[in-house]
């Protein structure tokens, strides 16, 4: 089993930053793959971005440029930073995380882009 715990989200406005984290626990050593999704109000969850074990990161197109994923495995924990953001993006963000056998998701959290 993991454990995702995610903080950072909240309401920022157009043009602003904001860092996204999600800190695994439990059985973290089988995890291969950390990243986010998101899901906006009527739509469908979507891919933000995703970074494995080796390294290789990707992104959404719609984010590509403006937000950056890494992961520090020392303190098993994934960020998103979160730049020029747009309305479009005010979503919950839901961390993911999949090992071998599962797929895990944080409790999500809003990021609220609006002036």
């Known amino acids: 089993q993991v454990q995702l715990v995610e903080s950072g989200g909240g309401l920022v406005q157009p043009g602003g930053s904001l860092r996204l984290s999600c800190a695994a626990s439990?059985?973290?050593?089988?995890?291969?793959?950390m990243g986010w999704y998101r899901q906006a109000p009527g739509n469908e969850r979507e891919l933000v971005a995703v970074v494995t074990n080796s390294g290789m990161i990707d992104y959404s197109d719609s984010v590509k440029g403006r937000f950056s994923i890494s992961r520090d495995n020392a303190k098993n924990t994934v960020y998103l930073q979160m730049n020029s953001l747009k309305p479009e993006d005010t979503a919950v963000y839901y961390c993911n995380v999949r090992t071998s056998t599962s797929i895990y998701w944080g409790q999500g959290t809003q990021v609220t882009v609006s002036s």
């Open positions: 439990g059985s973290i050593f089988t995890i291969y793959r």
